[in-house]
């Protein structure tokens, strides 16, 4: 979606270096994403409400990945649809990243055990967001046919209403992740501190699961910060594109589903899961490339939102 937004005034060199950057970047993070709702869709162990929220990002990263690199789908409807689709799909993408920041605190802030009821309002919240936004979106939009891209060619208005359907919910999201993985690692940080008879190599383990967590916000700002500039950019002087802010925005945003697939989705139960079926199809004679078995299964558990298992607490 980046790359619809930004092809404007650039020759036509530049948007073929966009164009193969946007379908290169988009297509690790369909295979990154993809590989998440594999693991999910194969592996019963991870099943769990927690990771379902998991599954949903990844899937609509693979949506909003697949819809980006889908190249010249003619014009009329199916141009519409591509633009659409896309913006649909990345928005639910980052409200996706909400309920699982929700999740979190809800269970380790506020003690809370119900958030497994709450799955209904969460698609809800996601899916009848992202479907508001786009419709939205369509105001004051005409959606023509650029080079590769669905571009949507608007005026200021048009730009405005853009900037008011997506980026403005998606700082929204990004300060809200922020704040939220604050109070977590807070209180589980003074509750690591107080914490009496607990052993140092638990305290290294919080410590390292609480240093990932703060790395989630993170990935927001750095898929949208340039994306965010260039498009004040352009509100401001439409018809002077930076080249190389352009690169930035469209690389780093088309790169989004990777980054989650990584952070969220690959996570030690995943690896976990995937080594032991190695471990069981794979040929003895290659067993010692594989890392030790019995190391695998006796490290320790990263506290990661796959681990974060709310049945028990009920």
């Known amino acids: 979606m980046a790359a619809a937004a930004v092809a404007g005034s650039l020759t036509a060199h530049d948007r073929r270096i966009l164009t193969a950057l946007n379908t290169g970047a988009s297509s690790l993070s369909f295979v990154g994403s993809g590989f998440i709702v594999l693991c999910y869709c194969l ?36 141009c519409s649809a591509q633009g659409y689709s896309t913006h649909f799909f990345c928005v639910a993408s980052f409200l ?55 571009w949507t060619q608007t005026g200021r208005t048009g730009k405005a209403v853009h900037f008011i359907t997506f980026y403005a919910p998606l700082w929204g999201a990004i300060l809200y992740n922020g704040f939220t993985y604050f109070q977590v690692i807070r209180m589980l940080n003074n509750a690591t501190r107080v914490a009496v008879g607990m052993s140092d190599r638990a305290y290294q383990f919080d410590m390292k699961a609480l240093n990932r967590w703060g790395y989630y916000p993170l990935i927001l700002i750095g898929s949208w910060a340039f994306g965010t500039i260039n498009r004040i950019h352009d509100f401001i002087e439409p018809g002077h594109k930076i080249f190389w802010l352009t690169f930035l925005d469209v690389g780093t945003a088309a790169l989004m589903g990777l980054f989650n697939s990584i952070a969220y989705g690959l996570n030690s139960s995943v690896r976990r899961a995937i080594h032991e079926r190695l471990d069981l199809f794979w040929p003895d004679r290659f067993r010692k490339w594989l890392p030790n078995s019995s190391k695998v299964r006796n490290q320790q558990q990263e506290s990661e939102l796959v681990s974060l298992k709310v049945e028990d607490q009920q």
């Not at 019963?44 to 190249?71: H, N, P, Q, T, Y």
């Not at 809800?106 to 809800?124: I, Y």
């Open 96 to 150: 996706w990243t909400t309920t699982i920041a929700f999740t979190l605190h809800r269970t380790v802030v506020q003690h809370k055990t119900d958030v497994e009821d709450l799955e209904a309002m969460f698609h809800l919240y996601v899916w009848g967001t992202s479907l508001v936004v786009t419709v939205v979106r369509s105001f004051g939009n005409d959606h023509r046919h650029l080079g590769v891209w669905c």
């Open 43 to 78: 592996f019963k162990e991870l099943r769990k409400f927690s990771f379902k929220l998991v599954f949903f990002l990844a899937l609509s990263d693979m949506l909003c990945s697949f819809f980006s690199i889908v190249g010249d789908p003619s014009k009329g409807f199916f």
